[in-house]
């Protein structure tokens, strides 16, 4: 599946770094999502969007911050960031969000914050 | 708050053995199940998925899970596993109606030749 692709794949930044993820998708998808997957831990939602418009955000620090300029691309804005937000970050997207949308997955972006 | 519970965490079989992986949520209302598994250096793909109808789900790659209201279950099986079925596999549960996935901790699936 190559639908969901996420640009860097890795990255390494210090602290005081800004830096952005980037995920675009391919499917003609309406909604698209944002999830950090840490080690030991379940995947978790940072954010939904849905034509555009931010429908969930699952009490994220604002150090992240994203953009979603339209209903193929979504971006993840990072600044000021700790060493535990080291993770793998995920980019989802799906045909609508509350209805039979099935998500598709993006490879993702390891972060690794110094 | 919804939670999905997967008992196994690591789990180690040989070439051919039989394969039940368990998940296990915590809703009471009307749900969409979801398995999903990520292979080494791949990204997550879906394995199979639940709305409603028939609770026996076949899926790709020969696996398939079982709904069980009653037990709030939807552990995912193969009859007979192969090397290549070495991957991570997440079990998701997502409320109906609702936009928000809730994923289990995962079961890394390791199968020795």
């Known amino acids: 599946e190559t639908g969901v692709t996420q640009t860097p794949r890795h990255l390494v930044m210090g602290m005081t770094n800004k830096k952005s993820l980037k995920c675009e998708q391919h499917l003609g998808h309406n909604a698209m999502y944002w999830y950090k997957q840490s080690a030991k831990k379940p995947l978790e939602l940072m954010f939904v969007?849905?034509?555009?418009?931010?429908?969930e955000n699952n009490s994220v620090p604002s150090r992240f911050s994203p953009e979603c300029p339209n209903s193929s691309h979504l971006f993840l804005h990072l600044h000021t960031l700790q060493p535990e937000d080291s993770a793998l970050y995920l980019c989802?997207?799906?045909?609508?969000?509350?209805?039979?949308?099935?998500?598709?997955f993006g490879p993702g972006t390891r972060l690794l914050v110094l | 708050a919804q939670s999905v519970s997967q008992h196994n965490h690591h789990v180690i079989l040989s070439e051919a053995a039989s394969l039940e992986l368990g998940c296990n949520y915590s809703?009471?209302?009307?749900?969409?199940l979801f398995w999903y598994v990520q292979y080494p250096g791949q990204h997550l793909q879906l394995l199979l998925k639940y709305f409603s109808g028939d609770p026996l789900v076949k899926g790709i790659k020969g696996f398939e899970a079982e709904f069980i209201k009653s037990k709030f279950s939807f552990n995912l099986r193969k009859p007979s596993v192969q090397w290549s079925d070495t991957a991570e596999y997440f079990c998701a549960v997502r409320i109906q109606g609702a936009q928000k996935l809730v994923f289990g901790q995962g079961t890394r699936l390791t199968i020795n030749p």
């Open positions: 809703y009471g209302g009307t749900v969409n």
């Open positions: 969007y849905n034509f555009k418009e931010q429908t």
């Open positions: 989802a997207s799906s045909q609508g969000v509350v209805s039979e949308g099935t998500q598709y």
